[in-house]
């Protein structure tokens, strides 16, 4: 069973960092493809971040390459996102995704399980 629990959102303000942390209380997610979308409000969700299982490629939208970075800790069943330099535009919901293999980690459709989604807003 798959059950993803995003945590670590909050309130910043401009040029802060935070950490975003996605766990699964069920089996392992060791053999999943792991990702990270966010959805702003009046806004599409969007690809943010992804790490593949076999190999740990890691992918990553424009906008943020350079300031975040995606991370799996398979011992602790745990996936995080090391967001810095956080810019107001970053305000969203950003959601934990998960699915045994995604051909096309930028597109949502591909992704089967997701967290609830956990709140950062960026002040300026």
């Known amino acids: 069973q798959v059950q993803l629990v995003e945590s670590g959102g909050g309130l910043v303000q401009a040029g802060d960092s935070l950490m975003l942390s996605c766990t699964n209380s069920?089996?392992?997610?060791?053999?999943?493809?792991m990702g990270w979308f966010r959805e702003a409000p009046g806004k599409e969700r969007e690809f943010v971040a992804s790490i593949k299982s076999i190999g740990a490629t890691r992918d990553y939208a424009d906008s943020v390459k350079g300031r975040f970075t995606i991370s799996r800790d398979n011992a602790k069943n745990t996936l995080y996102l090391q967001m810095n330099n956080l810019k107001p535009e970053d305000t969203a919901v950003y959601y934990c995704t998960a699915d045994p293999w995604v051909q096309s980690v930028q597109v949502m459709s591909g992704w089967q399980y997701w967290g609830q989604g956990a709140q950062v807003t960026v002040s300026s």
């Open positions: 069920g089996h392992t997610l060791s053999g999943y493809d």
